[in-house]
């Protein structure tokens, strides 16, 4: 097996546990759980420093990605904290609407 599938194995068991983890605990707050995977996979990612270039450059992509998802929910935290407009909760219920009206 090449570096890159124990990688993708490794992220994906890492992240999985994680996921368990926080369900055994009834955790339900989403910015919590997409904290804690953002930090194991960056962590991880700095980990396989020795990646050739190309494949270095396409993970510091998706570290962006993750990067303007934790923004976000930061964010959301400060509009909470400062003008008491729960963000994530009204997001929750849009998404919950949506998906009632589909079924």
Do not use: H, Q
């Not at 090449?2 to 955790?27: F, Q, R």
């Not at 494949?55 to 964010?75: C, Q």
């Not at 400060?78 to 994530?88: A, H, Q």
């Amino acid at each position: 097996m090449k570096i890159y599938d124990y990688y993708i194995i490794i992220l994906a068991s890492l992240l999985l546990a994680t996921v368990v983890i926080l369900a055994a605990l009834d955790e339900t707050r989403l910015d919590f759980c997409f904290s804690i995977c953002f930090i194991e996979t960056l962590i991880l990612n700095e980990l396989c420093i020795y990646f050739n270039p190309e494949t270095k450059r396409r993970l510091n992509i998706v570290n962006y990605i993750l990067f303007v998802g934790f923004l976000f929910i930061a964010l959301a935290k400060v509009v909470e904290i400062l003008w008491g407009i729960s963000v994530m909760e009204t997001l929750r219920t849009t998404i919950e609407l949506k998906i009632t009206g589909m079924l």
